[in-house]
């Protein structure tokens, strides 16, 4: 039940199903999230600990980069249930789509500092 919950919750944010979505399509640095969401750096990271607890996403240290990317699923049956389901909901949400079509001018040379 706890890890059922965990997930359930980690989904219960607007911005964390954002993160979810952008992750689906490549890997980001939290200066990358912060641009495309256009909130503080520290509530990112707040919602990235938060997935990452729910075993929904994780992190690769690139050099300087610290790159996060959507887990297979295997901590969780939860995470892995719904991870499979959110690859195709909320598509076709305004702004969602706006959000995806914005990814690609995303630079972190262009906006991260390091």
Known sequence: MKNFTKVMKALSDPNRVKIIKMLQHKSMCVCEIREALKIAQSNVSKHLKILEEAGLVDYQKDGLWVNYHLT???????????????????????????????????NRENICKG
């Open 72 to 106: 297979d699923g295997r901590k969780s049956p939860f995470a892995s249930s719904l991870m499979g389901n959110l690859r195709f909901w909320l598509e076709d949400e305004p702004e969602i789509r706006d959000l995806i079509k914005r990814l690609p001018d995303i």
